[in-house]
């Protein structure tokens, strides 16, 4: 596609429920980033893949979260039994990944637990 | 834990005023970018500085960069009503660190 694109755009949820949310990167990016952002800050990294792995997982909070990326392409980031505190905006983003470089961000979802 | 810091956390001008944003960090950097985001959703990405140029222009936009100080600036120049956002620095580590370590931004609001 032409952008990073995100779905869904808002999810609101209950406290305790599982929620998965999709990211599908620019076409041919390898290198694929998920953040979250809080209200009124700035963006907490939670993971990355390079093509279908994983080598850095270092920031997710906790192991209620978990994210995949299958075909080198989607990407999931999965939050289970969501507590208030998992209310943020999670944003997503690609690149080519084959050296540093500029970030390409998808509009995010907002997630609100209740 | 962010490692870049912006100041101010928020900046009012007049349009056609100039805007100095200002970023700090804390570890040695491969580059530094600035990205600007509006209404708390996606990012956009402005200009990348590497670690071993000190300034760099785009448009409306200048950014200089001081690694013995760790401190990075971006100017906007006869700012507009729509350069109203959010201001994000955002340090690339380099080596195998893939991730962006971002700052806690800048609102910037441009009155009309």
């Known amino acids: 596609g032409a952008g990073v694109s995100q779905s869904p755009s808002n999810k609101v949820t209950e406290k305790g429920k599982d929620v998965e949310l999709r990211c599908d990167p620019i076409s041919g990016h390898t290198a694929l980033y998920w953040y979250r952002q809080s209200l009124g800050q700035g963006l907490e990294f939670l993971i990355y893949f390079q093509g279908n792995s994983a080598p850095d997982k270092s920031g997710l909070p906790s192991d209620r979260f978990s994210a995949e990326r299958t075909g080198g392409s989607v990407s999931t980031l999965t939050i289970q039994r969501t507590q208030q505190e998992d209310s943020a905006v999670y944003l997503c983003?690609?690149?080519?990944?084959?050296?540093?470089?500029?970030?390409?961000f998808g509009p995010g979802t907002r997630l609100l637990v209740l | 834990s962010q490692q870049g810091e912006e100041d101010p956390q928020a900046l009012s001008i007049q349009e056609g005023e100039n805007a100095t944003m200002n970023c700090s960090y804390k570890?040695?950097?491969?580059?530094l970018q600035w990205y600007r985001q509006n209404s708390g959703r996606g990012l956009v990405h402005l200009i990348l500085?590497?670690?071993?140029?000190r300034e760099k222009h785009s448009g409306r936009l200048r950014v200089t960069l001081d690694t013995s100080k760790k401190s990075s600036s971006l100017l906007i120049t006869a700012s507009r009503a729509a350069d109203t956002a959010s201001y994000f620095c955002a340090t690339d580590r380099g080596g195998s660190a893939r991730q962006l370590t971002f700052g806690s931004g800048t609102q910037l609001t441009v009155l009309p």
């Open positions: 983003a690609s690149n080519s990944g084959g050296s540093k470089e500029t970030q390409y």
């Open positions: 570890t040695s950097i491969n580059n």
């Open positions: 500085i590497r670690s071993n140029e």
